[in-house]
């Protein structure tokens, strides 16, 4: 006679990259944030987007 009870470990994993954008520096809001004093310069951010899932699954099987 089979077990009624299944213990199961599933993973997964996706790697769906980096994405680097820039965001414009304006004076009198992120002034000198992302660059020298007084100089407007770029203010750049990534996004890393990964993903890892895992799952611990028990399971009762009725039929049996």
Not at 30 to 48: E, I, K, M
Request: proline share 5%; charged share 20%; net charge positive.
């Amino acid at each position: 006679m089979a077990s009624a009870w299944t213990l199961r470990l599933e993973g997964l994993y996706n790697d769906f990259g980096e994405t680097v954008h820039q965001a414009e520096n304006r004076l009198g809001v992120n002034a000198g944030v992302c660059g020298p004093a007084g100089l407007p310069s770029p203010c750049r951010y990534g996004f890393d987007q990964r993903l890892a899932l895992r799952r611990l699954v028990l399971v009762r099987h009725l039929d049996r």
